[in-house]
């Protein structure tokens, strides 16, 4: 069991270009989730998926898209990365009847130059 | 807007005593209460998870909670190096989790 697994690890984008970060959970979680850390300021909510086929915006969607791909993956794509982007971005997934409890994946580090 | 509030930090506490933590938060319709621990460069790492009022205890960690006075906390016994760390209190509204900062943690040995 991998659990949470997040592609790249580590990425440096120029201003404007556009990525996807991969995002994908072996545990059958109905769930899932974007977040972004930076420093003070803990973990903002970016997008979410309730369930496969739907997605709804957290506390910070704008720049970002998503799509939920099937019930094991969950892609962020930033389709033209500024610097206000570089942060660390998390993948979480939860489960249901587990009352919202959160695994989370390794992390992307993204910086934006 | 949800708020979930922690002192920022650093707690240092010695090696062997109990280290507290704790967390309020603003919405009284909130039913899951989390606690995770993250090390330095690595993701967090759910530790307790609490949905009822009272002590709910896992070896060295006892979380709390106090529904009444919207307060949750994290007790950790016999604190060890290793539990330096930054724990961030989550709280549950709707189908989301609103985080807190986080508390540094440092245990000096």
């Known amino acids: 069991n991998a659990g949470v697994t997040q592609t790249p690890k580590f990425q440096v984008l120029k201003t404007g270009q556009s990525m996807t970060l991969q995002c994908a959970q072996d545990m059958n979680h109905n769930s899932m989730y974007w977040y972004r850390q930076d420093p003070g300021m803990g973990l903002r909510l970016i997008y979410y998926s309730a369930s496969e086929g739907t997605t709804d915006k957290g506390e910070v969607p704008n720049g970002y898209n998503v799509s939920r791909l099937n019930k094991r993956e969950f892609s962020l794509r930033l389709e033209s990365a500024a610097p206000s982007q570089t942060s660390v971005y998390f993948c979480?997934?939860?489960?249901?009847?587990?009352?919202?409890?959160?695994?989370f994946g390794p992390g992307t580090r993204l910086t934006v130059t | 807007q949800k708020e979930v509030e922690q002192n920022s930090g650093p707690l240092s506490v010695p090696e062997g005593a109990i280290a507290s933590l704790n967390c309020t938060y603003s919405?009284?319709?909130?039913?899951?209460f989390f606690w995770y621990r993250q090390y330095s460069g690595k993701s967090p790492e759910l530790i307790m998870s609490i949905y009822s009022n009272g002590d709910k205890e896992d070896g060295r960690f006892t979380a709390q909670l106090n529904k009444a006075s919207q307060y949750v906390s994290l007790l950790i016994r016999d604190s060890q190096p290793s539990d330096s760390a930054t724990y961030l209190c989550?709280?549950?509204?709707?189908?989301?989790?609103?985080f807190g900062a986080g508390t540094i943690l440092r245990v000096k040995s």
């Open positions: 989550a709280v549950e509204y709707g189908n989301k989790l609103v």
């Open positions: 919405d009284r319709g909130s039913q899951s």
């Open positions: 979480a997934s939860s489960g249901v009847g587990v009352s919202y409890e959160q695994y």
